[in-house]
C-alpha cells in the first residue's frame, strides 16, 4: 500500500499568499495614518504645553526663557514662537515653521492648519496669535 504525505498543495498555498497580501493592502495605509494623527496630536500637545509653560514661567518669574523649556524645544519644529515681547509677557505664535527641521512633513503641516482652526496659531503671512501673561488673566 502506498503511504501519501499529508501537506498543503501549491494551489493552496497561493490562495493564502492572495489573501495576506489583500489584508496587508488593507492594513498598511491604516497604519500610516495613525502614525501621522499621533505625530499631530504630539504636536499641538507640545504647542499647548509650551504656552502654559511660558505662562507660568513669567507669572513667577517675570522672565520667559523658551531655551530650556523641551515643550517649546520640540514646538518650534512645526511653529515659530516670537517672544520679542516676552518682557512684556507678549508671545507670538505662527504656524509658518519658516527655517525650522520639519517644515515640509505632512504632520507639520496637517498641526499647523488644526492649530490655527483651533485659533492656537495665527496663519502665516499674520502677526501671530498672541498670548498675553502676567496680569491677573491670561488672555489667549
Not at 517675570?62 to 531655551?67: A, D, E, H
Amino acid at each position: 500500500m502506498i503511504q501519501h504525505k499529508k501537506a498543503f498543495t501549491m494551489i493552496e498555498l497561493i490562495f493564502v499568499i492572495v489573501i495576506i497580501g489583500i489584508l496587508a493592502s488593507v492594513a498598511i495605509p491604516r497604519l500610516a495614518a495613525t502614525r501621522t494623527d499621533a505625530m499631530v496630536s504630539a504636536a499641538m500637545a507640545n504647542l499647548t504645553t509650551c504656552v502654559k509653560n511660558i505662562g507660568n514661567a513669567y507669572t513667577a518669574q517675570r522672565t520667559v526663557n523658551m531655551g530650556t523649556n523641551q515643550s517649546c524645544i520640540d514646538t518650534r519644529r512645526c511653529f515659530t514662537i516670537v517672544d520679542a515681547f516676552a518682557e512684556d509677557g507678549m508671545i507670538s505664535v505662527i504656524s509658518d515653521g519658516a527655517g525650522l527641521l520639519d517644515v515640509s512633513e505632512s504632520y507639520c503641516i496637517a498641526a499647523r492648519q488644526l492649530a490655527v482652526n483651533n485659533g492656537m496659531a495665527a496663519p502665516a503671512g499674520d502677526g501671530g496669535k498672541e498670548y498675553h501673561f502676567g496680569s491677573n488673566k491670561v488672555v489667549y
